[in-house]
């Protein structure tokens, strides 16, 4: 495979991506956009394809899609056993996203230090002779292409832990802007006024429990990996703005509803870079309280969403007193899965 045949990481054409690879969607994300790319999918049919229920307490942004799968394999206690696979994969010319145990992974931060599971990236060419593995990296140089080149050796395969691949599942949508959006309008509607209680009742907890510095990765990978991408995703499935910078021409209450999906995306982006900036602070527990005041306007944006949906004609439905209880287990299970480490040896 060579690098005109393989996915790549490029702004032009990706969704949103103006200075950082976090603008809209996260480093799983940009990962599979880069594939379906790959596959042929203009940004209409990937923002489609990417979609799903507008579901903050349900929906995982790591395997609920409207139009594409990836199948995961995990190997928690050993990458290497991965390894094959993924060679085999990349060397047939199909991309395999790898989210590393940054433990193993060279001239990281936690290397050595803390089995961390929160970022992705896409293997796209593996050159047998020189042992050379070429992956896509949001955090890489752009200069160079997003690309960073591990060289194989036994104690760098410990770190393939948890890869998976790409597979387009349907046809690319292209359906009128209101044709799509009064599908799904009663669902959604439905799902984010549920959702937006739910975080709202999360955030709440958290300020009085106080931020530790597990739980406070934990709510950046929320926040970041599963709230914002939702929002920009579904703004953008509403419709994708031109490249000519050209107002898009929609009806007033679905430009409102997309218009209020961006802004409440821009408050959990918001939020989100702000803990990741927190974690780095010399006394970062004493920094996260401020940082939890974020959730307010983030919050605030979501009940304008809300209202949006409901002036569009959209159906709120019966509350849900399960739903804040569904949503800690989904947190609990980012801090298992993501941070495995207690709270006291991560401190």
């Known amino acids: 495979m060579t690098a005109t045949t393989a996915p790549r990481f490029h702004r032009l054409g990706a969704l949103g991506w103006q200075d950082r ?15 379906l790319r790959f596959r042929g999918l203009d940004p209409l049919a990937v923002a489609r394809a990417l979609n799903g229920p507008l579901d903050p307490v349900g929906r995982d942004l790591a395997n609920d899609f409207d139009g594409c799968r990836v199948a995961y394999r995990t190997e928690f206690d050993d990458g290497s056993r991965n390894v094959p696979f993924v060679l085999e994969r990349v060397g047939a010319g199909e991309p395999v996203m790898v989210l590393p145990d940054r433990f193993h992974l060279p001239g990281d931060v936690y290397e050595g230090r803390f089995h961390f599971h929160d970022h992705a990236v896409l293997a796209v060419d593996w050159a047998p002779p020189d042992g050379v593995l070429t992956v896509l990296d949001t955090d890489a140089d752009p200069a160079d292409g997003f690309r960073r080149h591990w060289t194989l050796t036994p104690a760098l395969g410990a770190l393939f832990t948890w890869v998976g691949t790409v597979t387009v599942t349907g046809a690319p949508d292209h359906r009128d802007p209101q044709e799509y959006f009064a599908e799904r309008l009663h669902r959604d509607t439905a799902l984010l006024s549920v959702g937006a209680d739910a975080l ?48 898009l021409a929609l009806p007033a209450e679905l430009a409102a509803v997309r218009q209020a999906a961006l802004d409440a995306r821009v408050h959990a982006k918001r939020l989100g870079i702000a803990l990741i900036a927190a974690h780095e602070k010399p006394d970062p527990l004493a920094v996260y309280p401020r940082v939890l005041e974020l959730g307010r306007p983030l919050r605030t944006a979501l009940d304008r969403l809300r209202g949006a949906l409901v002036d569009a004609g959209g159906q709120e439905g019966p509350a849900e007193p399960g739903a804040a209880d569904r949503l800690r287990e989904r947190f609990g299970r980012i801090q298992s899965t993501c941070f495995p480490v207690p709270e006291e040896a991560a401190s």
């Open 200 to 247: 709202g009742t999360l955030l709440d907890e958290l300020a009085v429990a106080g931020l530790g510095a597990v739980s406070a990765r934990a709510l950046h990978v929320l926040v970041l990996g599963d709230i914002q991408p939702q929002l920009f995703i579904y703004a953008n499935a509403l419709a994708v703005a031109p490249a000519s910078g050209q107002p």
């Open 21 to 35: 690879a976090l603008d809209g969607l996260n480093c799983v994300l940009r990962c599979i956009e880069s594939v």
